[in-house]
C-alpha cells in the first residue's frame, strides 16, 4: 500500500514536523520541511523524527519503502541541508539485517549542507492550504 500526498504530509505534522511540500511518486518521496532551529547543520532529533515517522508507516504497511530525499529549510527559499533515506534502509531496518544506530549512521552521512539543488517553493501538492 502507498500513502498519497496529502495522508503524508498530515502524518507528518502530526509528528511535529512543519512540512512545506510533499511529493510521492512510484520511486521516491521528496519532504520539503521548515526547521525549528535554522543553525547550519539540521537538527537530528527532527531528522529522527521524520525517519520515525517513515519506518512507523512501514511497520504498519502504509508506506511501501523507497527513497525519501528530504530539504531542510531555515526560512522560505532558504535551504539548511539535503539528506535522504534509501529505500532498502527501511527494508534492511525492518527485516533486522542493520541496526537502528546503522540506518541513522546512513542518514546522517547523506546529509549535505551546502545544497547545490534549489529547494521546491512552498504552495506545491501536499502543502498547506
Do not use: K
Request: glycine fraction near 6%.
Amino acid at each position: 500500500m502507498s500513502i498519497d500526498e496529502s495522508a503524508l504530509a498530515r502524518e507528518l505534522r502530526n509528528n511535529g514536523i512543519d512540512v512545506a511540500d510533499v511529493s510521492v511518486s512510484a520511486d521516491r518521496v521528496e519532504v520539503t520541511y521548515t526547521t525549528t532551529l535554522p543553525g547550519a547543520e539540521p537538527d537530528h532529533g527532527e531528522m529522527g523524527t521524520l525517519c520515525t515517522a517513515f519506518i512507523d508507516l512501514v511497520e504498519e504497511g502504509e508506506f511501501e519503502p523507497r527513497r525519501v530525499e528530504a530539504t531542510s529549510l531555515r526560512f522560505e527559499d532558504d535551504v539548511q541541508a539535503t539528506w535522504h533515506v534509501e529505500g532498502e534502509w527501511f527494508e534492511a531496518l525492518d527485516e533486522y539485517r542493520i541496526s537502528e544506530e546503522e540506518f541513522s549512521a546512513r542518514v546522517l552521512d547523506s546529509v549535505e549542507t551546502d545544497p547545490d539543488v534549489d529547494a521546491p517553493a512552498a504552495g506545491g501538492e501536499g502543502s498547506p492550504q
